[in-house]
């Protein structure tokens, strides 16, 4: 699946687009992104992440079977420990051109009124 100039996904199929709206999704969590940005500098426990990020370990455990589910990360088993690593390299070219979009244009996504920072509104406490 490639998408090309015209933003089309080429072979045109609903679920060759479908998959592309899942890799975006999956990477949509900011705590998901955060594992992802951290396995760049390479492999970790969940009780690592756990330390590093300051989530319970139910957390980060559901986020890291989100991204192995997704065939973005794969787990080592050593004795009773599992050192998660990227499985994708390709993941790493996909976020530098991320953020190379983000430095062109600037607050433009993060001043969106459906996805900028200020869409999600004020908290709700119940």
């Known amino acids: 699946m490639t998408i090309n100039s015209g933003a089309c996904l080429s072979g045109g199929t609903a679920s060759a687009l479908d998959a592309a709206v899942s890799l975006f999704h999956s990477l949509s969590d900011a705590t998901r992104l955060a594992i ?3 396995l760049a500098d390479g492999e970790v426990r969940v009780a690592d992440l756990v330390s590093e990020l300051g989530l319970a ?3 980060v455990s559901a ?3 989100c991204l192995r589910d997704c065939g973005l990360v ?3 088993p050593q004795g009773r420990q599992v050192f998660y690593s ?3 390299p390709e993941l790493l070219d996909l976020l530098a051109s991320a953020e190379n979009l983000l430095a062109a244009t600037g607050n433009a996504v ?3 009124p459906n996805y900028g920072t200020e869409s999600a509104g ?3 406490i119940a």
Request: with cysteine.
């Open 36 to 38: 992802v940005r951290r």
């Open 57 to 59: 370990q139910s957390t």
């Open 63 to 65: 986020h890291m079977a």
């Open 74 to 76: 794969t787990g080592r």
């Open 86 to 88: 990227l499985d994708r």
């Open 110 to 112: 993060a001043l969106c």
């Open 122 to 124: 004020p908290a709700v």
